[in-house]
């Protein structure tokens, strides 16, 4: 019989080998929960992180991208408009896009910082909703 020790991170309940290791994790939820809250507050992702320190390296083009930014992702519900925009940072650096392109109202996924997906970003003002998910919206759906 063998005694096992492993440490449990408080924020997900995942278990680790290491006190440093778990410590380490721990860590980056901190960075995270402030990234969010950057991102919240309508920072870009370079002023994220250059504060929290998420990702390696930001592509050119998203330097400048806040939440209000929006991308064209054709494939996503076949809509060729710029209808997705970032709502959530992951504690593995990926960004949720979420919007209402079209078909059945919203859909989102998480996507890499470096994913094809962000290669199409176009200003707040332009952001798409399908029209027939507007009433719904205003209704707070």
């Known amino acids: 019989m063998r005694k096992i020790i492993q440490y449990k991170c408080d924020y997900c309940g995942d278990c680790f080998d290491s006190d440093k290791t778990c410590q380490t994790h721990e860590e980056m939820h901190k960075r995270v929960i402030r990234a969010r809250q950057m991102l919240e ?3 870009t992702l370079s ?3 250059k504060e929290c320190n998420i990702w390696r390296r930001i592509p050119e083009n998203l330097k400048d991208v806040t939440k ?3 991308f064209t992702i054709s494939y996503w519900q076949c809509c060729d408009k710029p209808a997705y925009q970032i709502i959530d940072i ?3 650096g990926r960004l949720y896009l979420s919007g209402c392109g079209s078909w059945v109202g919203y859909y989102g996924a998480w996507v890499s910082i470096d994913s094809n997906n962000l290669r199409y ?3 707040s ?3 798409f909703v399908d029209p027939r998910y507007k ?3 205003k209704e707070g759906w």
Request: charged share 25%.
């Open 121 to 123: 970003v176009h200003d």
């Open 90 to 92: 992951d504690i593995n």
């Open 68 to 70: 209000d930014h929006c």
């Open 135 to 137: 009433q719904r919206l």
């Open 125 to 127: 003002g332009k952001l």
């Open 41 to 43: 507050n309508g920072c």
């Open 47 to 49: 002023q994220i992180n």
